[in-house]
């Protein structure tokens, strides 16, 4: 069964560094998605893509965050000058409207901001 | 801002049928009834959804009530293996953000 894969499934970080966290969607699937969760909070969505561009985001995504789609198969969240509140569980969704439309999620990055 | 309510937890003995209530009384007509479900941390995982008539797939069944303001997740046989919180979620169909709420702990016991 396709799934989407995230890597890495933890990631350690200095307060103030960058990091990227990586996903590969299933292959035929249009639309992306980010979402984090805090620890013992609910799951948040962070940010949508479509057509190479950013379809929806929220009020959580502000300019510390980008989305890109470098090569047609990795969808990466770039989390500039990172802070302590940073810290959550990143998920990455895709779906595909034409066969179906539930969102298939990774398994999550958990990023650790020190 | 979710737009669903959802009891905090539940209980259900294995093998018994789990029937998970949720209201969703804002309903637009065009929106569905989505349901997930998250074991432990990992990624949440999709069960079924619906517009208006009753589905039923290979894990669930969804029971939306005729005017749309709550339904009813059925997991007919459950086994230790379907503890996890479940989510009740109203969207549109295509390429649109999931809403999550705090969702129902349920918790399969021997």
Known sequence: EPEVTQTPSHQVTQMGQEVILRCVPISNHLYFYWYRQILGQKVEFLVSFYNNEISEKSEIFDDQFSVERPDGSNFTLKIRSTKLEDSAMYFCASSDPVTNTEAFFGQGTRLTVV | ?110
């Not at chain 2, 949720?22 to 637009?28: D, G, K, L, P, V």
């Not at chain 2, 046989?77 to 129902?104: P, Q, S, W």
Request: proline residues 5%; charged residues 20%.
């Open chain 2, 1 to 110: 801002d979710a737009k669903t309510t959802q009891p905090p937890s539940m209980d259900c003995a294995e093998g018994r049928a789990a029937n998970l209530p949720c209201n969703h009384s804002t309903i637009s007509g065009n929106e569905y009834v989505y349901w997930y479900r998250q074991i432990h941390s990992q990624g949440p995982q999709y069960i079924i959804h619906g517009l208006k008539n009753n589905e039923t797939n290979e894990m669930a069944s969804l029971i939306i009530t005729e005017d749309r303001k709550s339904s009813t997740l059925i997991l007919p046989h459950a086994t230790l293996r379907d503890t996890a919180v479940y989510y009740c979620i109203v969207g549109m169909e295509y390429g649109n953000k999931l809403v999550f709420g705090a969702g129902t702990i349920l918790r399969v016991k021997s």
